[in-house]
């Protein structure tokens, strides 16, 4: 079984930013065969997707952070990380990394089978 867990989540001012780190523990031995990405849900609002990356280091951003959030992963740690870049209230909400099930990450929550616990980022003055 893989774990997830997430942090770097906090407060920050309307342009700030922040960096979040996901590091995976458990069963790792194939961690890098497969896409890793984050999600994030407001309250009352859907999980959407925010960026992904596949196991070559392509990237992948939703439309709503294009520009402004980066992902990345390191294997050899087990980890994946999202630099948030410009942050606004919009972007508030629980951010949560998951893993996918192929070697990309894909926009579908049921594409992936494993879940970190989130961690909350508040964009705020």
């Known amino acids: 079984q893989l774990r997830l867990v997430e942090s770097g989540g906090g407060l920050v001012e309307p342009g700030g930013s922040l960096s979040l780190s996901c590091i995976a523990s458990g069963r790792t031995e194939v961690y890098s065969a497969y896409g890793m990405a984050w999600f994030r849900q407001a309250p009352g609002k859907e999980r959407e997707f925010v960026a992904g990356v596949s196991v070559t280091d392509v990237t992948y951003n939703g439309d709503s952070v294009k520009g402004r959030f980066t992902v990345s992963r390191d294997n050899a740690k087990n980890a994946v990380y999202l630099r948030l870049n410009s942050l606004n209230p919009e972007d508030s909400a629980i951010y949560y990394c998951?893993?996918?099930?192929?070697?990309?990450?894909?926009?579908?929550?049921?594409?992936?089978?494993?879940w970190g616990q989130g961690t909350q980022v508040t964009v705020s003055s």
């Open positions: 998951a893993r996918s099930k192929s070697v990309v990450p894909t926009p579908r929550e049921i594409d992936y089978d494993s």
